[in-house]
């Protein structure tokens, strides 16, 4: 990182050379944002690629061809070039919404938020559970249908939790345990008629956005929740949608995504060729675009302007944990293993490579975290949420069964 300072003269390059690089950035760099998008103003339609890509892309290439983002003051605008690919080809659109049309209350410790937009309204509601110990403002964990994690993880530390009730938005539901509407039929879809065809990652990660406008527009003074340390996490198709939340809004701090399988952090291109695994073809979707598996199925999936790596890059430079368990094959884990190395060179890119992490420990059942894997989420909890400088994040890159295993380099030739 020492290229970055060579122009500066006199005391200002003594000081620089003193301190390690790493500090020198990470001063610098926010670790959480006060706006849901700081490059909102920023869109672009996207082409698909003419040529294919047979390996993952370069997160920091721009989608013209004009280089690559050098500077962390450009990766705002190249952050938003991605979303703008996601939402285009996967999702659909998520769309920004007015604080005018938002109203907020607490009835107790239950958060409300009313949403209107044009004639029709959308209310949410979710209890949030204060901790026994610590003072407010208090730190909050939001799980995306669920908290999956080990509640004593969070009690113990004095973090608040609350659910992210994703049905009260889209209630399709994997299985068919519950009543579920269809695509175009969802509270969701009152609003935006316009965006019948989404799919249900970009309406549930809006729904999140609106709770997080509610925190925000009451204070802290009525909420009791810090905005600034606010996470996300899920497990599951839940892993997948605290994946999208966090990407997708840059208040949240830390996101904690356990067990995501593909679709997730599994990059579409690593997975295409294994077997058994959920791969682009095999997803669920009323999740995603039906247009994306039109366009992209097959050896079109290297025709995709972007991968998941960058959709987990989207979170720089704020922090991010992704847990796998390689026993469920179907999870991609391997793939998830390439696609996290890939997504990590963002944040290292910019110095700050110890807010971004994976654990992928075998040997414990679908969402139940082992105890091997409390140290990793205590760090990131610590860290990012308690605000613990000295919590050690570095170097939180565990994968035993795919460590010196695995090809990486194959499809990382940037």
């Not at 300072?5 to 950035?25: D, I, Q, R, W």
């Not at 249908?145 to 939790?161: D, K, Y």
């Not at 991010?320 to 793939?335: H, I, Q, R, T, V």
């Not at 170097?395 to 990486?408: S, T």
């Amino acid at each position: 990182m020492l290229h970055r300072f060579c122009k500066v003269m006199g005391t200002a390059l003594t000081v620089a050379l003193l301190l390690p690089s790493n500090v020198l950035a990470q001063k610098n760099i926010p670790l959480v944002y006060d706006k849901e998008n700081s490059g909102a103003t920023y869109d672009k339609n996207i082409s698909i690629l003419k040529t294919p890509c047979t390996t993952l892309p370069d997160p920091l290439a721009w989608f013209d061809g004009k280089g690559r983002v050098k500077k962390f003051k450009q990766w705002e605008k190249r952050r938003n070039e991605i979303a703008a690919s996601i939402q285009q080809f996967e999702i659909g659109k998520k769309p920004a919404v007015k604080k005018e049309d938002i109203k907020a209350w607490m009835d107790r410790d239950t958060l409300n938020v009313e949403v209107t937009i044009g004639n029709e309204k959308l209310h949410l509601k979710s209890h949030i559970t204060y901790p026994k110990t610590g003072k407010a403002p208090y730190p909050l964990m939001i799980g995306s249908s669920m908290i999956a994690l080990p509640r004593q993880l969070l009690e113990e530390r004095g973090i608040a939790m609350m659910t992210f009730h994703e049905s009260q938005v889209n209630d399709y539901s994997q299985g068919q345990w519950r009543p579920h509407h269809d695509r175009g039929e969802h509270n969701f879809d009152r609003l935006y008629p316009e965006l019948k065809d989404n799919g249900a990652y970009s309406e549930w990660a809006w729904g999140f956005s609106r709770l997080l406008d509610g925190l925000q527009l009451l204070g802290e003074e009525v909420t009791r929740i810090d905005m600034k340390h606010i996470g996300v996490t899920g497990c599951s198709y839940a892993g997948k949608m605290a994946l999208f939340c966090g990407a997708f809004d840059e208040r949240v701090a830390l996101t904690i995504a356990q067990e995501p399988g593909g679709g997730g952090a599994a990059a579409w291109r690593v997975s295409y060729p294994m077997a058994d695994v959920e791969s682009l073809e095999r997803t669920d979707y009323h999740w995603f675009l039906e247009s994306m598996k039109e366009k992209f199925s097959g050896d079109n999936v290297y025709l995709l302007p972007h991968d998941r790596h960058e959709l987990c890059a989207m979170i720089c430079p704020r922090a991010l944990l992704m847990l796998g368990n390689p026993d469920f094959k179907w999870l991609a884990d391997e793939s998830a293993y390439v696609s996290m190395n890939a997504a990590k060179k963002v944040w290292e890119q910019f110095g700050i490579g110890d807010r971004v992490g994976y654990s992928i420990i075998a040997g414990h059942g679908h969402c139940q975290l082992p105890e091997s894997q409390f140290p990793e989420v205590g760090a990131f909890l610590d860290r990012f949420l308690l605000g613990k400088e000295d919590a050690k994040t570095e170097n939180i890159h565990i994968a035993p069964m795919f460590d010196g295993k695995v090809d990486v380099d194959k499809w990382i030739k940037w």
